[in-house]
């Protein structure tokens, strides 16, 4: 986790997910831009509901461009890689520990309890390639080296900030 959410950070978010956002329990990444692009959450939304996603990418530019890698069939690729790569098998359960890990720690931070999700990461970890949304931020908040996959998705997508920021920073127009 990456540092405590302002009220410029909070601005930035709304903007980016066309609410408010809930749960926030930190700034997971911040784009080389300057925005926040990934928010780490807390296990328990708000109005009680359980929520699994530690690592919330909030980029709308990012988040289209992870989009079409989708539709592109990656994720059956790194599926199929998972069962006959046993070293990528093995990071990538890393990989579900090292999520679950941080979920804990920001629950006790929080003092949350969410049995209803115990033992589940999320993004299809450890077993199934779901959702690369979820590895990518995974891959950012954590840094290089701990999502396989996640970080083989950052690589794909290039500088996505290299135009600028996806939304204007609060204050300015």
């Known amino acids: 986790m990456s540092d405590a959410m302002t009220s410029s950070d909070e601005a930035v978010i709304a903007a980016q997910l066309g609410r408010a956002p809930r749960g926030v329990?930190?700034?997971?990444?911040r784009c080389p831009c300057g925005n926040p692009d990934v928010v780490a959450t807390e296990p328990r939304l708000p109005n009680g509901?359980?929520?699994?996603?530690?690592?919330?990418?909030?980029?709308?530019r990012v988040n289209s461009k992870i989009g079409t890698l989708e539709a592109s069939g990656l994720m059956k690729q790194m599926?199929?890689?998972?069962g006959t790569d046993p070293e990528l098998a093995a990071a990538y359960r890393a990989a579900h520990e090292a999520y679950l890990a941080d979920r804990a720690a920001i629950g006790a931070a929080g003092g949350f309890d969410v049995p209803e999700i115990e033992g589940i990461s999320a993004g299809g970890m450890p077993d199934r390639v779901k959702c690369l949304?979820?590895?990518a931020g995974h891959a950012l908040a954590a840094?290089?080296?701990?999502?396989?996959?996640?970080?083989?998705?950052?690589?794909?997508?290039?500088?996505?900030?290299?135009?600028g920021p996806c939304v204007a920073p609060a204050g300015d127009e």
């Open 25 to 29: 329990h930190a700034i997971g990444h």
């Open 133 to 135: 949304h979820v590895l």
């Open 143 to 163: 840094g290089p080296g701990v999502n396989p996959l996640g970080d083989e998705v950052l690589e794909i997508l290039g500088d996505w900030w290299a135009k």
């Open 49 to 60: 509901t359980p929520f699994p996603t530690t690592y919330y990418l909030t980029c709308p």
């Open 79 to 82: 599926q199929d890689r998972l």
